[in-house]
């Protein structure tokens, strides 16, 4: 079965930096492109960026292109996304997903960003 | 990008009886490799998402029948045959065809 576990949300204060991590269990970790994605309160899912099966690519929605990082170390089977510049307009639920079949077939069970002074 | 459109937007139906959502693509949605990458998830109160279907018409591991997907192009539905109470929350349609992914508004399903 597959389990994306998610660490590392909070509040942060605006201009801060927060790390997430998704560690990955029950499938080939690094056979897959993996992704985040977003919601903020009470509103619909965004995508944020996207990393190739072996890491050599990233992309980055428009929105946090320049202030986010996306990484996997698939040793650890593990999926990052490194946020700075953080603002207020980022607060929201992030998910990392498994991508298959051109689409998230699998979700992590989301972690909490706050960005408020 | 490619902006998706769902209708409606709030979707009250009866316990046993069926609904369907309707989400439209602002291109078609064929990628390179003749595959067409139109998915469909729920998401129930408080919960991730869960994708439903993907390819337009093809079911996920574990879910229930009363739900399928169709379409082409860029008209595509989802149909749920008989509603229950589990089925309550916001779906969601998305496009993995072209970069960036994107999605629909949500179509928030409850119960009359």
């Known amino acids: 079965e597959v389990h994306l576990v998610q660490s590392g949300g909070g509040l942060v204060q605006p201009g801060g930096s927060l790390r997430l991590s998704c560690a990955a269990s029950g499938f080939a970790f690094s056979s897959y492109a993996m992704h985040w994605v977003r919601q903020a309160p009470g509103m619909g899912l965004e995508y944020v960026s996207a990393i190739s099966n072996s890491g050599g690519s990233a992309y980055y929605a428009n929105s946090v292109k320049g202030r986010f990082t996306i990484s996997r170390d698939n040793s650890k089977n593990t999926l990052y996304l490194q946020m700075g510049s953080l603002r207020a307009e980022d607060m929201a639920v992030y998910y990392c997903a498994r991508v298959e079949w051109g689409g998230y077939a699998d979700w992590g069970q989301g972690t909490l960003v706050t960005v408020s002074s | ?112």
């Open chain 2, 1 to 112: 990008d490619v902006v998706m459109t769902q209708s409606p937007l709030s979707l009250p139906v009866t316990l046993g009886q069926p609904a369907s959502i309707s989400c439209r693509s602002s291109q078609g949605l064929v990628y390179s490799d003749g595959n067409t990458y139109l998915n469909w998830f729920q998401q129930r109160p408080g919960q991730s998402p869960r994708r439903l279907i993907y390819e337009v018409s093809n079911r996920d591991s574990g879910v229930p029948d009363r739900f399928s997907g169709s379409g082409s192009g860029t008209d595509f539905t989802l149909k749920i045959s008989r509603v229950e109470a589990e089925d309550v929350g916001v779906y969601y349609c998305m496009q993995g065809a072209h970069w960036p992914y994107t999605f629909g508004q949500g179509t928030k399903l409850q119960i009359k």
